[in-house]
C-alpha cells in the first residue's frame, strides 16, 4: 500500500521529499543505516525553517545509547543495559513489558507498556 493509502507502488505526495522503497519480493526488507566514528553520534533531526533541529533520533557511540529529543533536549535515554532514562523522572526501577510502578520523588506513576 502507498503511503497515500492507495495500492501498487508507492510514490511522493506533494508533503514527501524523499521515498526510500525496495522493490524486491515480498519478503525483502528494507534498511536506512547511519554510520558515524567510535566516538560520535548517528542522528535523524526532525524540526522545522526556524529550528532544523528541534528534534531528534540519536545513536551515541561513544555510550552506546539511544536518545529521543523534543524541543531541543534529550528526552528519554536508553543505555546500553537497556534501562530506561526519561528526563524529569528519576526511576527506581526498570521498565518491564505490562503494568510496572515507577517511583518517582515519592510518588507513584502507573505506565502500561504494550507490546506485541
Same mark, same amino acid.
Given at each position: 500500500?502507498?503511503?497515500?493509502?492507495?495500492?501498487?507502488?508507492?510514490?511522493?505526495?506533494?508533503?514527501?521529499?524523499?521515498?526510500?522503497?525496495?522493490?524486491?519480493?515480498?519478503?525483502?526488507?528494507?534498511?536506512?543505516?547511519?554510520?558515524?566514528?567510535?566516538?560520535?553520534? %548517528?542522528?535523524? %533531526?526532525?524540526?522545522?525553517?526556524?529550528?532544523?533541529?528541534?528534534? %531528534?533520533?540519536?545513536? @551515541?557511540?561513544?555510550? @552506546?545509547?539511544?536518545? !529521543?529529543?523534543?524541543?531541543?533536549?534529550?528526552? !528519554?535515554?536508553?543505555?546500553?543495559?537497556?534501562?530506561?532514562?526519561?528526563?524529569?523522572?528519576?526511576?527506581?526501577?526498570?521498565?518491564?513489558?505490562?503494568?510496572?510502578?515507577?517511583?518517582?520523588?515519592?510518588?507513584?506513576?502507573?505506565?502500561? !507498556?504494550?507490546?506485541?
Amino acid at each position: 500500500m502507498g503511503p497515500d493509502g492507495s495500492s501498487g507502488n508507492p510514490s511522493l505526495s506533494s508533503n514527501n521529499i524523499a521515498l526510500f522503497q525496495n522493490d524486491g519480493n515480498t519478503t525483502d526488507g528494507a534498511v536506512i543505516t547511519v554510520v558515524a566514528g567510535n566516538a560520535a553520534t %548517528s542522528q535523524i %533531526s526532525l524540526g522545522d525553517v526556524d529550528n532544523g533541529n528541534i528534534g %531528534s533520533i540519536k545513536y @551515541d557511540n561513544s555510550s @552506546d545509547s539511544m536518545k !529521543l529529543a523534543t524541543n531541543g533536549g534529550d528526552r !528519554l535515554t536508553i543505555n546500553p543495559g537497556g534501562d530506561v532514562n526519561i528526563t524529569g523522572i528519576t526511576t527506581a526501577t526498570q521498565l518491564y513489558e505490562g503494568t510496572t510502578r515507577v517511583a518517582t520523588s515519592g510518588k507513584a506513576i502507573a505506565m502500561a !507498556l504494550i507490546f506485541g
